[in-house]
C-alpha cells in the first residue's frame, strides 16, 4: 500500500537555509494533508496541516504547499535549526464522508540540520 | 499542555498472551485512535472509536483485536492471543472533532512479543 509516499528516505541541510520535504500520493480522495515529526522513542507531533481547498498554509518557520494536480505536497521550514533534527511523516485524510477520519502515513523522511 | 498519555511505555508478552495497553486521550476530546508501528515500517492505523463505538478499522484489527472506553478518561487496546508479528510500537491518539482537526499522539508502548 503505497497511498502516500515520501521518496527521501533523508536529508541533510546547513543550519539556516531551507529544508523542502516531499510527498506525493496517489488516492484523489485524500482531502486532508498532514505533516508530524517525530523524535526516537516518541509519539508523532503535529507540526501543520492543509485542506485541499487551500494550496498553502503557513505557521511560523513552517509553510506546507499542495499542488493537487501534480498529488503532491511539500513541507519548507525556514530557516532550519539543529533542533529540527527528526523523522518528518506526511498524512493523508480521506473525504468528509469518512467517519473514521483515519490518516494513511508516509514512511518518513529523516532531517538532519548540522550546525 | 494537554498530552496524551499511554502506558506502560515498554510491554514484554510471551506469544499467546493477552495484553491491554492503556491511553487516556486529552480530556475534551471526542474521537480515538489506535496505530501501531512496526519496526522499520510505516505508521499504520488500526482502528477508530467515537461515541463508544468503534467507527472504522482496518485490515490489521481482526478478531483478536478490541477497544474499550471503560471509563470517562481511558482508551484501551486489548490484543486477546499475542503473535510474535504483533511486535511494534502502538500509538494512541486523539482529537476534538472529525475531518479537519490534527490527531494529537501519546508517546507510544513498545510491544515486545518472545
Known amino acids: 500500500d503505497q497511498q502516500v509516499k515520501q521518496n527521501s528516505p533523508s536529508l541533510s541541510v546547513q543550519e539556516g537555509r531551507i529544508s523542502i520535504l516531499n510527498c506525493d500520493y496517489t488516492n484523489s480522495m485524500f482531502d486532508y494533508f498532514l505533516w508530524y515529526k517525530k523524535y526516537p522513542a516518541e509519539g508523532p507531533t503535529f507540526l501543520i496541516s492543509?485542506?485541499?481547498?487551500?494550496d498553502k498554509n503557513e505557521d511560523g518557520r513552517f509553510t506546507v504547499f499542495l499542488n493537487k494536480s501534480a498529488k503532491h505536497l511539500s513541507l519548507h521550514i525556514v530557516p532550519s535549526q539543529p533542533g529540527d533534527s527528526a523523522v518528518y511523516f506526511c498524512?493523508?485524510?480521506?473525504?468528509?464522508?469518512?467517519?473514521?477520519?483515519?490518516?494513511?502515513f508516509g514512511g518518513g523522511t529523516r532531517l538532519m540540520v548540522k550546525p | 499542555e494537554p498530552e496524551v498519555t499511554q502506558t506502560p511505555s515498554h510491554q514484554v508478552t510471551q506469544m499467546g498472551q493477552e495484553v491491554i495497553l492503556r491511553c487516556v486521550p486529552i480530556s475534551n476530546h471526542l474521537y480515538f485512535y489506535w496505530y501501531r508501528q512496526i519496526l522499520g515500517q510505516k505508521v499504520e492505523f488500526l482502528v477508530s472509536?467515537?461515541?463508544?463505538?468503534?467507527?472504522?478499522k482496518s485490515e490489521i484489527f481482526d478478531d483478536q483485536f478490541s477497544v474499550e472506553r471503560p471509563d470517562g478518561s481511558n482508551f484501551t487496546l486489548k490484543i486477546r492471543s499475542t503473535k510474535l508479528e504483533d511486535s511494534a510500537m502502538y500509538f494512541c491518539?486523539?482529537?476534538?472533532?472529525?475531518?479537519?482537526?490534527?490527531?494529537?499522539f501519546g508517546p507510544g508502548t513498545r510491544l515486545t512479543v518472545t
Open positions: 491518539a486523539s482529537t476534538e472533532r472529525g475531518l479537519g482537526y490534527e490527531q494529537y
Open positions: 492543509i485542506s485541499s481547498i487551500k
Open positions: 498524512a493523508a485524510s480521506e473525504g468528509w464522508g469518512n467517519a473514521g477520519n483515519m490518516l494513511t
Open positions: 472509536f467515537y461515541n463508544n463505538e468503534i467507527s472504522e
